[in-house]
Every structure is written in structure tokens, then in C-alpha cells.
């Protein structure tokens, strides 16, 4: 197989499908090993900077996890408040301190851009795990091996985001990646939290079929449903959030109503978006999609810190 070319992971655009493969492939590896207790050891005496300065259950537990799963070991900040950045120290110098502490560094920051600071600064791989309203390039890899492992292949699909598609950082970077298939995507959104225009404007230039509706009933004919919360950290006015956060309510027999076996996505954490009686429905992916992350994050640091799988 070829190498995967990359240092960084930082934004879905640097992937082409070949390197989109190459991650599918070694998750499938790692997926495999795992199951005969062949993982542990992979990165032993490696170190992982675990840098979360947004708030983040799944995306952090899972990248230390993953780390710890390989035998590696984590050091983690967690906020600005115990953190020098507090004290006004730059992006630039904190990375520069990491980079004689760890081989990797995993960054989540509030603002957009952010991580190409961070890798700027050092000569150790970094991964973006959310830049603010930007990317979150793993998020939307363990997306894309969700549908793949789930509906054997992703062309031919027919797609759709529901929700803030505006704020929603998996939504921006899964988009990018799907540039790469031959599926058909359906945007449900109100007018308000509607997909930012540069990303329409890839769309049409890539030539992917898509509609935009605000009407949640185009979900029936879908076959994957991707929904996201509304970002209620993200708007500036209180008030626009209040009028926009109860735009949508998918509940079970909504799901059941729809003409296809549609798989219902989540990156999670949710609000009231996607009622806990769609849980235990088959189709509902977003909890294996959670155990998946461990095994694609494993999969991307044996590949940035280009450590031989299997
Ligand atoms: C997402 C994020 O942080 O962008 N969560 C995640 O990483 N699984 C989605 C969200 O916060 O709504």
C-alpha cells in the first residue's frame, strides 16, 4: 500500500481519497488486532500531548484511550484556566514547551486556525481535534468508517445533514471528504444556520448533487442522517440562539416513518435534537460510532508517528 504522506492532521482538504483509503484500511487492522490483544506495544515509550483547551469528552477520552490502547503514554492540559495561556502566553510558545515534552500533539482550541498555529510552531505531527467553528478532520474520518463498516461502501449514498450546519465543525470537515464519492447530499437546516457558502460553493464546484431544504421530512429519503446539535456556544447573540435552539426534534417514530432504513449519525454530545427513544432502534450508529473513534485515532497516530501496523 502506499504511504500515508502526511505530518499533520489538520483540516478534511489535505485528504485525498487514496489517503482517505489508507486510514480505512489501517482502521480495519487495527480494528482486527484488537480483537486478538495485538495492539498494545505499537507505540510503547511514545508520548501523546493531550492539548484541550474546549470543552470535549468523546474526542479527548478516545484520542488517550486510543494512545493507551498502544501501549503509549499521555500528558494532558485540559481549559485555559490551568494552563499559561491564562497568564498570556502565546499558542506558539506553549507548543514549543510540548514539543520537548511528546512525540504527538493532539490540539482542540476555540478558534478556527488554530492548529495550523500550533504545527507551525513545532517539528512533532499535531491533530486538530475541532478548531472552533473551522475542522474536526478525525471526527469526520470516524464518519466515513461508520458508513463505510455500516452500508459497505459510501457510492451511491444518499446523504443528509440536519441541524447547524453553520457552526457544526464535523459537518464542514465530513463534507470535504465526501467531495472524494459519488453521493448525493440533502442540507436540512433552518435559513439561519445554513451551510457556509465556501462550502457550497466547493460542492457545486465538485460537482456533488445537492439540495437544501428546511423541511426534516426529506430525511425519509435518505439513507444516512447525519444530525448535529444546535452550537449554542458559537452565537453571539443569545437571542438567535433562543428563537433557533428547538428547530428540530427527531424521535423514534419520526425515524420509523422513513421509507428507507435510514442509519441515524450523531457526533454527539446531544441536546434535544435526537430523542433517547431512538436509541434503541438498529439503525441508530451514533454509540458505535463512539467505540469506532478509538480505533480510527489508533489507526491515525500509528500513522503520523509512521509506525508500522500488523
Ligand atoms: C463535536 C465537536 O466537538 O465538534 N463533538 C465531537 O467531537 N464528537 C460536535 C459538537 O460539539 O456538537
Known amino acids: ?56 469528552t468523546r474526542t479527548r477520552l478516545s484520542f488517550e484511550t486510543a494512545m493507551n490502547r498502544l501501549g503509549g503514554r499521555v500528558i494532558t492540559t485540559v481549559g485555559f484556566q490551568f494552563s499559561s495561556i491564562s497568564k498570556g502566553e502565546t499558542l506558539y510558545d506553549t507548543m514549543k514547551m510540548i514539543e520537548a515534552y511528546a512525540d504527538i500533539a493532539v490540539i482542540r482550541h476555540p478558534e478556527e486556525g488554530s492548529s495550523r498555529i500550533a504545527a507551525a510552531a513545532i517539528s512533532i505531527p499535531v491533530i486538530n481535534a475541532g478548531d472552533g467553528i473551522g475542522q474536526h478532520p478525525t471526527q ?62 466547493a460542492l457545486q464546484k465538485n460537482k456533488t448533487k445537492f439540495e437544501e431544504t428546511e423541511d426534516i421530512k426529506a430525511l425519509w429519503d435518505c439513507d444516512v442522517a447525519y444530525i448535529t446539535r444546535i452550537q449554542e456556544e458559537r452565537f453571539v447573540d443569545r437571542s438567535e440562539y433562543e428563537k433557533l435552539k428547538n428547530s428540530y426534534t427527531i424521535n423514534r417514530a419520526f425515524v420509523q416513518a422513513s421509507r428507507k432504513q435510514t442509519m441515524i449519525m450523531h457526533p454527539l454530545p446531544r441536546v434535544n435534537e435526537l430523542s433517547t427513544d431512538v436509541d434503541d432502534l438498529p439503525n441508530a450508529a451514533y454509540f458505535r460510532m463512539a467505540k469506532y473513534g478509538v480505533h480510527v485515532r489508533m489507526a491515525l497516530l500509528c500513522l503520523c508517528l509512521k509506525t508500522e501496523i500488523g
Do not use: C
Not at 459510501?154 to 470537515?173: E, N, Q, V, Y
Open 1 to 56: 500500500m502506499t504511504e500515508f504522506p502526511h505530518v499533520h492532521i489538520l483540516d478534511a482538504d489535505q485528504f485525498s481519497r487514496q489517503d482517505i483509503e489508507i486510514v480505512l484500511e489501517k482502521t480495519k487492522t487495527i480494528e482486527a488486532l484488537s480483537k486478538e490483544d495485538r495492539v498494545w506495544g505499537l507505540l510503547r515509550g511514545k508520548v501523546l500531548a493531550s492539548l484541550f483547551f474546549e470543552s470535549s
Open 140 to 201: 469526520a474520518l470516524l464518519d466515513l468508517y461508520t458508513i463505510h463498516k455500516e452500508k459497505g461502501g459510501l457510492d451511491g449514498l444518499k446523504i443528509a445533514f440536519i441541524g447547524d450546519l453553520k457552526f457544526g465543525r464535523t459537518i464542514h470537515s465530513l463534507i470535504k471528504l465526501l467531495r472524494h464519492y459519488n453521493v448525493e447530499i440533502v442540507l436540512i437546516s433552518p435559513v439561519d444556520l445554513a451551510l457556509p457558502e465556501s462550502y457550497r460553493k
